[in-house]
């Protein structure tokens, strides 16, 4: 029997048989792992409690023949209880959930900036001190990056012509010159590019300065060059609800 241990964050929990379950999660060292917790769905299992979606967890796996099996957990960080209670907040942290998985699709594929990107999203939500919509949005910026899928927010997307450019195009990645522009391009505006810019970064002074017109339009560029991306949409993305708190 072969042990490892690694920290990670649960991202998904289905059923398996009676008692037991499969949990999903994301991990330091091992990308994405899923893992049988035995016997969990009863109620007096301790590890069943520790093992729910958004928790940041520490844990032991054996390596089974088919999925691993996890054999203690300790929590690091309970997120879910700063979140589970605040529709936006939950809606917001489903959504981080939901992306990570899609974006480690690979077990095993190391995924050391998603979990960390993760791991940071979800404590801004569970803290409550930041716009929840603007976490998921640098959070999904900041995803996107990590997949190479970068969108231009000033050069042309096309011949790297130095910008700002008006026009913006979900499938030619982002900002593109006049000369370069395919037709049915977006044209948000300067302060929707500079939200976008400094949510990618992590400049929040100026990212908090935005009005609700760009943050609204700056989701909506977001959203759609995610959709692009993934080749399909989130189920948990259109429930996110957008307000400022
Ligand atoms: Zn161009």
Redesign the pocket.
Known sequence: MSLYRDTGVVLRVQKLGEADRIITLITRNHGKVRAVAKGVRRTTSRLGARVEPFAHVDVQFYTGRTLDVITQVQTIDAFGAGIVGDYQRYTSACAVLETADRMSAEEGEPVLRLYLLVGGALRALADGTRDPSLVLDAFLLRALAFAGWSPALSE?A????PGPHRAFSIQAGGS??P??KPPGSASPTHEVLTLMAALADGTWAVAERATDAARREASGLVAALLQWHLERQLRSLPLVERRRP
Do not use: A, L, N
């Open positions: 042309c096309r011949c790297g012509d593109v010159c000369r370069c």
